[in-house]
C-alpha cells in the first residue's frame, strides 16, 4: 500500500556540489543518492541513514539526523505525501 512506501528524506548534492573533505574525493559514488530514508512500518518507522552520524564521535554536523529521528519520532509522517501509484 502506498501508505507504506519508503519516503527519501535527504538526498546528497550533485557531484559538483558535495563538499570534498577527509573521506569524500569527488563523491561520485554518493551523489543525488538517498542520505535518508524514512520506511513505515506497523505503527512506527523505520529511518535508514547511508553513513554512521556518530562514528568515533567526530561528525558532530550530523548528529540532528540521529536526534531529530529520536526526539520527532511521533512525528515522522508529517508533509508526507502519497504517490497514488
Known amino acids: 500500500p502506498p501508505e507504506y ?3 527519501v528524506v535527504l538526498r546528497y548534492a550533485d557531484s559538483s556540489d558535495l563538499l570534498v573533505s577527509g573521506l569524500v574525493d ?3 559514488e ?3 543518492h538517498p542520505a535518508v530514508i524514512d520506511v513505515p512500518v506497523e505503527h512506527g518507522h523505520v529511518v ?3 553513513n554512521n552520524p556518530i ?3 567526530e ?3 550530523s548528529y540532528f539526523l540521529v536526534f531529530n529521528a529520536v526526539l520527532s519520532f511521533d512525528s515522522l509522517n508529517a508533509g508526507r505525501k502519497l504517490d497514488p501509484k
Open 5 to 7: 512506501r519508503p519516503r
Open 26 to 28: 569527488g563523491g561520485s
Open 30 to 32: 554518493i551523489a543525488a
Open 48 to 50: 535508514l541513514l547511508s
Open 55 to 57: 562514528w568515533r564521535g
Open 59 to 61: 561528525t558532530q554536523g
